[in-house]
Nanobody, 118 residues
Framework: QVQLVESGGGLVQAGGSLRLSCAASGTILRINRINTMGWYRQAPGKQRELVARISSGGRTTYADSVKGRFTISRDNSKNTVDLQMNSLKPEDTAVYYC?????????WGQGTQVTVSS
């Protein structure tokens, strides 16, 4: 099993910034590398959607809605992934979930609330 613990959510005004962090742990990580790490979000009444993901080699993918505003990064030695969110908009309001893929298994964090006020 892999445990993912997120931090950094909160309330911010439109145009502001937040940084989300996620740390992965678990005995399985002693022998298995985390493939892709990423951030997803789910707004009320909407499906969970990809925000950004990053491969173990550093290849990144972003949702069109966040390109140029959000930056994902990871530290393979620490099994952490961060999401720097700038120029936040009210439509970015959602619960943000950390995701990690180890072998073929998906793991999820408990989620952290991000609220952007107009």
């Amino acid at each position: 099993q892999v445990q993912l613990v997120e931090s950094g959510g909160g309330l911010v005004q439109a145009g502001g910034s937040l940084r989300l962090s996620c740390a992965a742990s678990g005995t399985i990580l002693r022998i298995n590398r985390i493939n892709t790490m990423g951030w997803y979000r789910q707004a009320p009444g909407k499906q969970r959607e990809l925000v950004a993901r990053i491969s173990s080699g550093g290849r990144t993918t972003y949702a069109d809605s966040v390109k140029g505003r959000f930056t994902i990064s990871r530290d393979n030695s620490k099994n952490t992934v961060d999401l720097q969110m700038n120029s936040l908009k009210p439509e970015d309001t959602a619960v943000y979930y950390c995701n990690a893929i180890v072998t073929t298994n998906n793991y999820w964090g408990q989620g952290t609330q991000v609220t952007v006020s107009s």
